[in-house]
């Protein structure tokens, strides 16, 4: 939204310079975004006469002309056709900078004589598009006035209008506000009626779902010509161009009372019945700018018996535009419902001022009396008849009354604002105060709907400034920390996948559905009815779908074997408690031809860092049970598994993406993950990262044990493992499977594990009867675990 200085004081009585309006309107609450004062400009240049002009001695197209001017006489070489004695110019001395050619004057010789100057068209004032000759002013100018004095240059404010404020799109509304905070006095001006002289030909109809109130009458006789240089000069102070005095009071209106308007060439119009209601589906309307727009039967238009002839409240039909041929028009001025105006915007992308005004909302009460506006300076401008003025349906009732108690101001802001300052500024505003403490909300102010909205306002008028700045009281620290245990366990998880070399990727909380079922989700009741975008309508039941398709971004771009996790929530239903964090990692294959096998590598690489990251965040990893396969069926069922501290706490799922999901996601490849459920971890601490344990060594060195189990083929070798090693904790230090055989001399669905277990004596060197215990002890161990000592 942009006014003039001038224009702003045309409502408002003030001395203020614009510095002083933009303060003022920024402490109000208005967000001033730019201040343009061409006048400053202007400011090195004047007003000087040419006293003699001579042929350069040099050139045929120059001339040395002799130059009164605010710095005396000049001697100035000017190459402009329309130069001469006795002309009345503008003049730039040397130094000052010329905006229209973007240089700063200097003194230099032309052709061998010296210019003092320069002599300015329009152009190179920024005044215009002239630039064949120099500015010819009327000759009763004096020398040396100000070039913004001639041409009354003045400051434009552009400012934000935040959308519950429709009221600030008109210059009017604006000094009513500055005036409250008591910049000047707000010149209301009362609107008289204009009285007919004749009855209103045209009849009107609305439908009240798309239009409530529409006003209108008929004005003969009038002349449509130009208008008149104070209405043009307001329009082009901020950004718009004049077009016909008919055309630009309708824009004037728009800007001046935030009352958009428009006027049909009534002998255009088919029939004697105009009606405002919801278009016929499928329509067309070849609009004011020329193009074609197909309507729908959500949309508001204006009708006449030959169809729609105009967008309600956002702009008319090329088939009733006004010309300068026109002499009889048909006024209209009426309330169209805000939404359906924004829609309709929205879908044909058609936005004017009019839209925006109407699509926040336009002062309901305001459709009688900006008529009677428009019709007093049509009759000013252009003369003409006017008929009487018809009104059809009624404007929408006003916000309801506030009980308002002046206690309330204390009470949410800390101000200490006097009970009479209260009802000062809330009169200004425009709200009635009732000697009860009642307050009525003006029209124009539907944003207001209680007791806060009343604090609100008179607080920002009272000044934010005046806030008082009261500490909040001190909060001693949490003794655990600020974070969580569980935010502690994400903070560590996130370094722990950092340094295996894994980058972090923040996707959305949406997929789309279909990929949300591959992964035992997609449920209806979790699709979204309002997505930000059609890919994007279901809330997703995994973290791997979103890491797979950034993996497949990047393959598709070249950048194979990336690595990726996303610590965040997955959803699998609407309760509270159907939220659940996971920390999640992928990795992608690599392309890179390799001699090993880089389909086993990966696998096993990600469970390697997978039992990483698990000890890293505080879980017993030796007590972890191995379960080959998984309950979902987005994992590969022979290349997948879960880990779990008892039967039923799975605390992480991983390995190989199933080979239908990959196909369904357009993926080409092996890829593996994990997922780790954050609330199934146990409560332990999370290992800080900052140092480590102290190291214990032993002076003694360790030695060796190999075993030979059998046991099922179906048994994990990671069990049997686990129980070795719980053997005897204090001697046992490691142990490992080195060998593993199928075949002669091994029964039919079992296999020969070898197992090296390392002993590590800390205080003296082991004797063959205590190795020899050490070793049955292994032995039972591993019995319990279903596995016998082969022989």
């Not at 973007?102 to 068209?121: A, D, I, Q, Y």
């Not at 009688?368 to 049509?378: D, N």
């Given at each position: 939204m942009k006014f003039s200085l001038s224009w702003l004081k045309d409502h408002l009585d003030t001395t203020a310079d614009i510095d002083a309006v933009a303060a003022a309107m920024t402490m109000a609450g208005l967000e001033v975004e730019d201040i343009h004062d061409p006048s400053k400009a202007l400011k090195v240049f004047s007003v000087a006469r040419v006293v003699e002009a001579a042929r350069h001695p040099n050139a045929d197209k120059l001339q040395v002309l002799q130059v009164d001017t605010i710095d005396g006489r000049k001697e100035i070489v000017c190459g402009a056709p329309n130069?001469?004695?006795?002309?009345?110019?503008?003049?730039?001395?040397?130094?000052?900078?010329?905006?229209?050619?973007?240089?700063?004057?200097?003194?230099?010789?032309?052709?061998?004589?010296?210019?003092?100057?320069?002599?300015?068209?329009?152009?190179?004032?920024?005044?215009?598009?002239?630039?064949?000759?120099?500015?010819?002013?009327?000759?009763?100018?004096?020398?040396?006035?100000?070039?913004?004095v001639v041409f009354g240059a003045e400051p434009v404010i552009d400012f934000e209008v935040t959308p519950n404020r429709p009221d600030w799109l008109g210059v009017h509304g604006i000094a009513r506000d500055l005036a409250a905070t008591g910049l000047?006095?707000?010149?209301?001006?009362?609107?008289?009626?204009?009285?007919?002289?004749?009855?209103?030909?045209?009849?009107?109809?609305?439908?009240?779902?798309?239009?409530?109130?529409?006003?209108?009458?008929?004005?003969?006789?009038?002349?449509?010509?130009?208008?008149?240089?104070?209405?043009?000069?307001?329009?082009?102070?901020?950004?718009?161009?004049?077009?016909?005095?008919?055309?630009?009071?309708?824009?004037?209106?728009?800007?001046?009372?935030?009352?958009?308007?428009?006027?049909?060439?009534?002998?255009?119009?088919?029939?004697?019945?105009?009606?405002?209601?919801?278009?016929?589906?499928?329509?067309?309307?070849?609009?004011?700018?020329?193009?074609?727009?197909?309507?729908?039967?959500?949309?508001?238009?204006?009708?006449?018996?030959?169809?729609?002839?105009?967008?309600?409240?956002?702009?008319?039909?090329?088939?009733?535009?006004?010309?300068?041929?026109?002499?009889d028009v048909f006024v209209e001025s009426a309330w169209f419902d805000p939404i359906r105006t924004a829609q309709t915007g929205r879908t044909l992308s058609l936005f004017s001022d009019a839209q925006y005004r109407f699509?926040?909302?336009?002062?309901?009460?305001?459709?009688?009396?900006?008529?009677?506006?428009?019709?007093?300076?049509?009759?000013?401008?252009?003369?003409?008849?006017?008929?009487?003025?018809?009104?059809?349906?009624?404007?929408?009732?006003?916000?309801?009354?506030?009980?308002?108690?002046?206690?309330?101001v204390k009470r949410l802001t800390g101000l200490d604002v006097p009970a009479d300052e209260i009802t000062k500024i809330l009169t200004a505003l425009g709200f009635g105060v009732a000697a009860d403490g009642t307050v009525s909300v003006p029209s124009w102010r539907r944003d207001v709907d209680g007791k806060a909205d009343l604090v609100e306002e008179i607080a920002r008028i009272y000044g934010f400034d005046k806030l008082p700045a009261t500490p909040l009281p001190t909060i001693a620290p949490r003794p655990g920390g600020v974070l969580t245990a569980q935010q502690a366990k994400a903070r560590a998880a996130r370094r722990a996948l950092a340094a295996l070399g894994y980058s972090e990727a923040v996707t959305w909380s949406f997929m789309r559905q279909d990929w949300a079922a591959l992964f035992g989700g997609g449920a209806d009741a979790l699709v979204l009815a309002n997505p930000i975008a059609s890919e994007l309508n279901c809330m997703r039941p995994a973290v791997l779908p979103n890491l797979l398709e950034a993996a497949g971004r990047n393959a598709a771009r070249g950048q194979y074997g990336v690595q990726l996790f996303e610590i965040g929530p997955v959803y699998f239903g609407l309760e509270p408690g159907d939220q659940k964090p996971v920390i999640a990692a992928l990795r992608a294959p690599d392309k890179a031809r390799h001699w090993t096998n880089a389909r086993e590598d990966n696998l096993f690489a990600l469970k390697g860092d997978l039992l990483s990251l698990l000890e890293t965040v505080g879980v017993p990893v030796a007590s972890l049970s191995l379960v080959q396969g998984s309950n979902a069926a987005h994992w590969h069922p022979g290349r997948s598994a879960r880990l779990q501290l008892g039967p039923k706490q799975v605390i992480a799922e991983f390995g190989e993406l199933h080979p239908a999901v990959l196909k369904a996601m357009d993926l080409d490849g092996a890829y593996v993950g994990f997922e780790i459920r954050v609330d199934n971890l146990p409560v332990g601490k999370a290992k800080s990262g900052k140092s480590r344990g102290a190291l214990t060594l032993s002076s003694l060195m360790p030695l060796t044990r190999d075993f030979a189990f059998l046991l099922a083929d179906t048994a994990a070798a990671g069990d049997l493992v686990r129980a070795i090693k719980g053997?005897?904790?204090?001697?046992?230090?490691?142990?490992?499977?080195?060998?593993?055989?199928?075949?002669?001399g091994v029964p039919d669905g079992h296999k020969s594990l070898a197992v090296e277990v390392v002993l590590t004596p800390t205080d003296k060197t082991l004797t063959e009867p205590e190795i020899d215990a050490l070793s049955q002890k292994v032995i039972a161990a591993a019995q319990k675990a279903g596995a016998v000592l082969r022989s």
């Open positions: 130069a001469r004695a006795g002309m009345t110019t503008i003049y730039a001395p040397i130094g000052a900078y010329v905006p229209g050619l973007g240089v700063t004057l200097v003194e230099k010789p032309v052709r061998g004589v010296t210019s003092n100057g320069m002599m300015c068209s329009a152009a190179e004032l920024e005044l215009g598009d002239d630039h064949d000759g120099i500015l010819d002013l009327s000759g009763d100018l004096d020398v040396g006035t100000p070039a913004a000047g006095t707000f010149k209301d001006t009362a609107i008289t009626a204009v009285p007919g002289q004749f009855a209103c030909p045209v009849a009107i109809k609305v439908d009240g779902e798309a239009c409530q109130v529409f006003a209108g009458r008929v004005i003969r006789g009038v002349k449509n010509g130009p208008s008149p240089a104070w209405l043009q000069a307001k329009l082009k102070s901020i950004g718009l161009k004049p077009i016909s005095a008919l055309v630009d009071i309708t824009n004037y209106l728009s800007f001046d009372r935030a009352r958009p308007l428009h006027v049909y060439d009534l002998s255009k119009l088919s029939g004697s019945v105009i009606v405002a209601g919801l278009a016929p589906d499928g329509e067309h309307l070849e609009a004011l700018d020329g193009k074609t727009y197909a309507l729908n039967g959500e949309m508001c238009a204006i009708m006449d018996s030959s169809g729609v002839i105009g967008l309600a409240g956002v702009m008319g039909g090329e088939s009733t535009k006004v010309d300068e041929t026109t002499t699509a926040r909302g336009v002062d309901p009460e305001s459709a009688v009396p900006g008529l009677e506006l428009a019709t007093k300076l049509i009759l000013d401008l252009c003369g003409g008849e006017p008929s009487e003025l018809v009104v059809a349906g009624e404007a929408p009732a006003r916000r309801p009354d506030v009980a308002f108690d002046p206690a309330y053997a005897d904790k204090a001697l046992i230090g490691d142990a490992r499977v080195f060998d593993v055989y199928t075949g002669q």
